[in-house]
Every structure is written in structure tokens, then in C-alpha cells.
């Protein structure tokens, strides 16, 4: 099974701060990866994928880079409804894998 | 618009069984092959299982394998989950979940169902 390791496992920020979560890979998955955003009680909501394809609707401030076994969720200025836990997802094999999500919550 | 409306999730005793569903609207269901997800209270998220839009294909995560059956009626644009011998660590929100096409991640959930194992 292929491992993902995401960082931080939590982060504290303040509006306008600009954010990075890492996730990486245990061994290479091309670009088939995924960035999800939840809030408490919600499902999970899709960012990015294919890396760095930003999903339709979600705002340019979200970007994701990286390919092989190493990327990057960036939110360039945080805004106040960015609070929440974010998650990658590779998708090059079944089982299908998650990184064990970043908080981000309220400096 | 994409809808997915899962249902079926209670509170079952240990040992017990429940079948989850899951209600497509919103797309054509019968070309897409979807994914059943599940978060533990407090916990990430965890792949349970896949099936293949054309039903030749199923896949589990090793631990529900044998345990936990996932289905399709594609006349009816309904998911299934059977889970069987269900332990304590299966209590969860269970998503169901659609795969991209042609990418293969996940680009919608459904608003998920609670199931809790306890006696």
C-alpha cells in the first residue's frame, strides 16, 4: 500500500497569512493527487486534483504543486471560512490512501 | 446537479449487520464507478471500498475484507454496502462517493450516514 504523510498535523494561522500542508508519498504516484477541505459535520469537499488542477468554483487563492512523491497545498491569504481540516488522497493504486489531515484552526 | 444521499447507518450490536445505501441523482450513475469512505469519530478519512461502473470489478480495504460487500443496481442509481460481523472499530460516518472521470479521485460525497457498534 502506498503511505501518505502529511505535515503539520496541525497549524495555528491568522487571517491573511499565507499557509503550506506537504504530503508525501511512499513511493511515486505521478500526479494522481488530490487536496480535500472539511469542516466539522461536513463531507469533504474537493480542491485540487491532478496535483495542481484547481476544482471549478473553488477560489484562486487554493494552489497545490508537486508530482512524484512529494507535494504542496498552498493557500496564499487565508480567509476566515479556510478554518478547517485539510486532507490529500493518492489515487495511482487501490487501496486508496489519505494523509492523516491538517487542522488548520485560529491564531 | 450531482446528488448523493446515503442512508441505513443505526447503532447495531457487536457481531451484527446493517446495509448501507446510497440514492444517485444529478449524473448518469451507470458510468461512474464509485467508493464507499469512512471517518471515525475524531479520526481521518479511510477507503472502504470501490466498485467498478460495469460491476466487474470490486475492491475492499483489508479490513472489511470478507466482512463487508458493496453493491450497485444501476437501473435504480443505488449503492449498497452489506456489512456483516460488524466490531466496535467500524463505527464511523460512512460516505459514499463518486469517482472522477477520467482522473480516478473522488470529486463528490455524499452528506454521509452514522453507523455506531456498540452493545
Known amino acids: 500500500d502506498i503511505q501518505m504523510t502529511q505535515s503539520p498535523s496541525s497549524l495555528s494561522a491568522s487571517v491573511g497569512d499565507r499557509v503550506t500542508i506537504t504530503c508525501r508519498a511512499s513511493q511515486g504516484i505521478t500526479i494522481e493527487l488530490s487536496w480535500y477541505q472539511q469542516k466539522p459535520g461536513k463531507a469533504p469537499k474537493r480542491l485540487i486534483y491532478a496535483a495542481s488542477n484547481l476544482q471549478s468554483g473553488v477560489p484562486s487563492r487554493f494552489s497545490g504543486s508537486g508530482s512524484g512523491t512529494d507535494f504542496t497545498l498552498t493557500i496564499s491569504t487565508l480567509q476566515p471560512e479556510d478554518f478547517a481540516t485539510y486532507y490529500c488522497?493518492?489515487?495511482?493504486?487501490?487501496?486508496?490512501?489519505f494523509g492523516q489531515g491538517t487542522r488548520v484552526d485560529i491564531k | 446537479e450531482v446528488q448523493l444521499v446515503e442512508s441505513g447507518g443505526g447503532l447495531v450490536q457487536p457481531g451484527g449487520s446493517l446495509r448501507l445505501s446510497c440514492a444517485a441523482s444529478g449524473f448518469t450513475f451507470s458510468r461512474y464507478s464509485m467508493n464507499w469512505v469512512r471517518q471515525a469519530p475524531g479520526k481521518g478519512l479511510e477507503w472502504v471500498s470501490y466498485?467498478?461502473?460495469?460491476?466487474?470489478?470490486?475492491l475492499y480495504a483489508d479490513s472489511v475484507k470478507g466482512r463487508f460487500t458493496i453493491s450497485r443496481d444501476n437501473a435504480k442509481s443505488t449503492l449498497s454496502l452489506q456489512m456483516d460481523s460488524l466490531r466496535a472499530e467500524d463505527t464511523a460516518v460512512y460516505y459514499c462517493?463518486?469517482?472522477?472521470?477520467?482522473?480516478?479521485?473522488?470529486?463528490?460525497w455524499g452528506p454521509g450516514t452514522l453507523v455506531t457498534v456498540s452493545s
Open positions: 488522497l493518492q489515487y495511482a493504486r487501490y487501496p486508496r490512501t
Open positions: 462517493a463518486r469517482v472522477s472521470s477520467p482522473y480516478g479521485d473522488i470529486d463528490y
Open positions: 466498485i467498478y461502473s460495469g460491476l466487474t470489478t470490486m
